[in-house]
């Protein structure tokens, strides 16, 4: 056969072939443009590069020093702002930053949370949809309207998992399990970066909070960590070398400390980790004052050390500290910082500058235009609704209590959130929609129509410390042929600082439902927080319970579309749920123990509690649906992995129900003997299947190597030969189909 030399170099590779040159091109130019500016920068230039203040809406604890920022924003010394947003405001600041002497634009960091004009479920709320590529277009929609606005970066995704529902900040996150956030945190840096960065429609990604968080002891915000090198390898840091691997543009540090170490002065974490194993050539930025905190934690002498501790231990920029606007070049010339790595440091800081066309353009994300037209874009909305609907949890649903029926006489929708609208946005938004925005009352209006009258008492405030509204609220409910009734806690119960040392519904809200059972009207509950809550007896009497965490913009039309079944519920818990305070922290990867608890009949000696169930109120991965699902004929494509090989798990899901429906299919792993003992469960895979009534599909899952693997004692990443169980399952407490395999040595 004759062969064509284009044949070996076909011409979708020679595209490639051109495109990657592209690329090294594009790369090469930048990091020359980047030499040839440093080559002219002082050392106090370069300081400025390092240098973050925030505009005045502050985001953490004011600063001690009000200073003159557009002066030392005129004088160079100011590389970036936070909490600045709008078209108007950046081009002013951006000009003002155009009348140093370089002439080096400013970047402009937001926290986008979860949207920028458009508020989307909190992220706890978004990652119980497990659908990547929704969480992902959240996120595009986010960076669009925040980039029209002028914004370069934000402050997320927040991929600290979070398994102490004390701690407020589980609401930022994606729950407690280091696989599915490790995939959310990818879909979302994936959604604000776009396919590359640069682009007018993205905006920088940052994997916070690095790292570990999320396990404060005792689920007080800011305090210490203390965790073995393998909880932090195999759980705290996969969610941020995902986000890495996903292309991250910056790192933000943590508060807390790790092993007696400030998150901010860790080299250990910073330099040889993130910068060193894993080749991060981003930049870190410090958490609000976390450099000057240093002093606080009693690592650093004063702001100086502090200074010096931060960017030697790899901390770039330094955010609202002051540390290195004041101190660092002195430090450099006393010898106690390297000036190679301040150098580093503002390396990585106009490289991204150059990488977003700021040199080029530095008003090119303020587009007036661009702004009106993406902000006021219905198609946002709407998404907004869609994402929110897929995030509802159906927690229990019994004697068809739900879906609601349209054509009732009348419907009464009670409780201290029925009626709110900027609670359903929950925290860290950038601006609230709550004028525009309908109340779980106005959707349930109209979703029902108007022959159903609706009738609406709020019983009590969310706090419900008085009870003087419950006679009116019964009232209503007397005369009514349904009963919702909404309770939780306000957006500003859960986030940042907000640490609860009781997880239960707020004040006697409890009450108002058991008035409502004494009069035999038990309702439906609606629940809206940011984190799991404990509400034993409305878990146990209430027919039906919807989780809504706080749904964002679109959320009460969300609910209502639930509550109607307008939309089939999806959703699975990213979190688990416990029934008593006395059971945290509680997660559903348990180990066996020596003594492990079979049943609640049999705990004389075994592992569990004397005085309370050894069972959570409901486990990660559950939601139910309107419909049903079965999983049959599980199959391996061979019972034993050799080298290099690949095993097929493939099962069939069939909908047994009457109504079309998503079921998140989950993988988990067992490997009952190792060197270091594992988890009874660790999830290893999920898929999100629709069906119609009647349809069943073949899911499969691929097993490899790597799905088997774990960090042994020597923290090394293995797989150790022997048997494995292989889980499939609705949620991690009901597995429908297992199956062995072997790893051969
Ligand atoms: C806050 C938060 C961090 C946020 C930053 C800027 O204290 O810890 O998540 O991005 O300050 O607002």
């Known amino acids: 056969m004759k062969r064509n030399w284009l044949g070996l170099v076909g011409p979708g590779a020679l595209a490639l072939c051109f495109a990657t040159s592209l690329a090294h091109a594009a790369e090469r130019s930048v990091a020359?443009?980047?030499?040839?500016?440093?080559?002219?920068?002082?050392?106090?230039?370069?300081?400025?590069?390092?240098?973050?203040?925030?505009?005045?809406?502050?985001?953490?604890?004011?600063?001690?020093?009000?200073?003159?920022?557009?002066?030392?924003?005129?004088?160079?010394?100011?590389?970036?702002?936070?909490?600045?947003?709008?078209?108007?405001?950046?081009?002013?600041?951006?000009?003002?930053?155009l009348q140093s002497r370089l002439k080096i634009p400013l970047l402009f960091g937001l926290d986008v949370i979860h949207g920028y004009q458009t508020v989307f479920p909190v992220p706890l709320g978004e990652s119980a949809s497990w659908d990547l590529e929704a969480i992902e277009e959240s996120a595009r929609i986010a960076a669009r309207e925040a980039s029209a606005s002028g914004i370069h970066w934000t402050f997320a995704p927040m991929v600290d998992v979070g398994r102490d529902p004390r701690w407020g900040r589980v609401m930022e996150g994606a729950g407690e399990d280091s696989y599915l956030g490790a995939r959310i945190a990818a879909a979302r840096v994936r959604g604000f970066q776009g396919a590359r960065l640069g682009g007018v429609e993205s905006v920088m990604a940052t994997a916070k909070h690095f790292a570990a968080y999320g396990a404060a002891i005792a689920g007080r915000d800011y305090n210490a960590v203390d965790m073995s090198g393998q909880l932090l390898h195999e759980t705290y840091l996969p969610p941020f070398k995902a986000a890495l691997d996903a292309g991250a543009a910056t790192f933000m540090n943590a508060f807390n400390t790790l092993n007696g170490i400030p998150a901010t002065g860790h080299a250990g974490l910073q330099r040889d980790i993130l910068k060193g194993a894993w080749g991060f050539k981003g930049f870190v930025v410090s958490d609000w004052g976390s450099v000057r905190e240093m002093v606080v934690h009693g690592y650093a002498g004063d702001l100086a050390d502090a200074a010096a501790k931060?960017?030697?231990?790899?901390?770039?920029?330094?955010?609202?500290?002051?540390?290195?606007?004041?101190?660092?070049?002195?430090?450099?010339?006393?010898?106690?910082?390297?000036?190679?790595?301040?150098?580093?440091?503002?390396?990585?800081?106009?490289?991204?500058?150059?990488?977003?066309?700021?040199?080029?353009?530095?008003?090119?994300?303020?587009?007036?235009?661009?702004?009106?037209?993406?902000?006021?874009?219905?198609?946002?909305?709407?998404?907004?609704?869609?994402?929110?609907?897929?995030?509802?949890?159906?927690?229990k649903n019994e004697g068809g209590a739900l879906p609601l029926r349209r054509g009732l006489r009348s419907i009464a929708v009670l409780g201290p959130l029925a009626d709110a609208r900027r609670d359903l946005e929950g925290g860290w938004i950038v601006k609230s929609n709550a004028?525009?925005?309908?109340?779980?009352?106005?959707?349930?209006?109209?979703?029902?129509?108007?022959?159903?009258?609706?009738?609406?008492?709020?019983?009590?405030?969310?706090?419900?410390?008085?009870?003087?509204?419950?006679?009116?609220?019964?009232?209503?409910?007397?005369?009514?042929?349904?009963?919702?009734?909404?309770?939780?806690?306000?957006?500003?119960?859960?986030?940042?600082?907000?640490?609860?040392?009781?997880?239960?519904?707020?004040?006697?809200?409890?009450?108002?439902?058991?008035?409502?059972?004494?009069?035999?009207?038990?309702p439906v509950v609606v629940l809206m927080a940011g984190r799991p809550l404990i509400f034993e007896h409305v878990a146990e009497h209430a027919p039906a319970i919807v989780y809504a965490w706080f749904p964002g913009s679109e959320g009460g039309h969300a609910m209502a579309d639930v509550l109607f079944g307008d939309v089939n519920p999806s959703a699975k818990l990213p979190m688990t749920f416990p029934r008593t305070m006395g059971q945290l922290p509680i997660g559903y990867q348990q180990y066996e123990t020596g003594r492990p608890v079979r049943d609640e009949k049999n705990i004389v000696y075994k592992s569990a509690y004397i005085d309370a169930p050894n069972t959570p109120r409901y486990a990660f991965g559950h939601g139910l649906s309107y419909t049903s699902f079965a999983y049959r004929n599980l199959q391996v494509s061979q019972p034993t992995m050799g080298a290099g090989d690949k095993i097929t798990l493939s099962f069939?899901?069939?909908?047994?129900?009457?109504?079309?429906?998503?079921?998140?299919?989950?993988?988990?792993?067992?490997?009952?003997?190792?060197?270091?003992?594992?988890?009874?469960?660790?999830?290893?895979?999920?898929?999100?299947?629709?069906?119609?009534?009647?349809?069943?599909?073949?899911?499969?899952?691929?097993?490899?190597?790597?799905?088997?693997?774990?960090?042994?004692?020597?923290?090394?990443?293995?797989?150790?030969?022997?048997?494995?169980?292989?889980?499939?399952?609705?949620?991690?407490?009901d597995i429908r189909l297992a199956q062995a395999i072997d790893l051969a040595p």
């Open 32 to 97: 020359q443009r980047v030499e040839q500016l440093m080559g002219q920068m002082t050392l106090e230039e370069k300081v400025g590069q390092l240098n973050q203040l925030s505009g005045k809406e502050f985001t953490g604890p004011a600063t001690d020093k009000v200073r003159s920022m557009e002066a030392e924003i005129r004088g160079g010394g100011v590389g970036s702002m936070l909490n600045i947003k709008g078209v108007a405001d950046t081009r002013r600041l951006q000009a003002l930053a």
């Open 310 to 395: 931060a960017l030697t231990a790899g901390s770039d920029m330094d955010m609202e500290s002051n540390a290195y606007a004041s101190s660092l070049a002195a430090q450099v010339r006393a010898g106690k910082v390297a000036l190679a790595q301040v150098d580093d440091a503002v390396r990585r800081v106009l490289t991204k500058k150059f990488e977003l066309g700021l040199f080029d353009d530095p008003y090119r994300f303020s587009d007036a235009a661009r702004e009106k037209a993406a902000l006021g874009d219905p198609r946002h909305r709407q998404a907004a609704r869609t994402i929110a609907g897929k995030s509802i949890v159906l927690l």
């Open 435 to 522: 004028a525009s925005m309908a109340s779980l009352v106005d959707a349930v209006r109209a979703a029902a129509g108007p022959a159903t009258k609706v009738r609406y008492a709020p019983g009590c405030d969310v706090a419900c410390r008085d009870t003087g509204g419950f006679e009116a609220a019964l009232q209503a409910a007397r005369g009514a042929d349904a009963v919702v009734l909404a309770l939780g806690e306000s957006w500003d119960m859960s986030g940042e600082a907000k640490s609860r040392a009781d997880i239960g519904l707020p004040g006697r809200q409890g009450e108002l439902f058991e008035a409502l059972r004494a009069i035999g009207k038990t």
């Open 652 to 733: 069939t899901l069939a909908n047994t129900g009457q109504r079309a429906g998503a079921e998140v299919v989950q993988l988990y792993l067992r490997d009952p003997v190792a060197s270091v003992v594992r988890p009874l469960k660790e999830l290893k895979g999920f898929q999100r299947v629709s069906l119609q009534p009647g349809e069943e599909r073949t899911v499969r899952f691929t097993i490899d190597r790597e799905t088997l693997s774990f960090f042994d004692r020597r923290l090394a990443w293995t797989a150790e030969p022997g048997r494995f169980e292989l889980m499939v399952g609705a949620a991690s407490n």
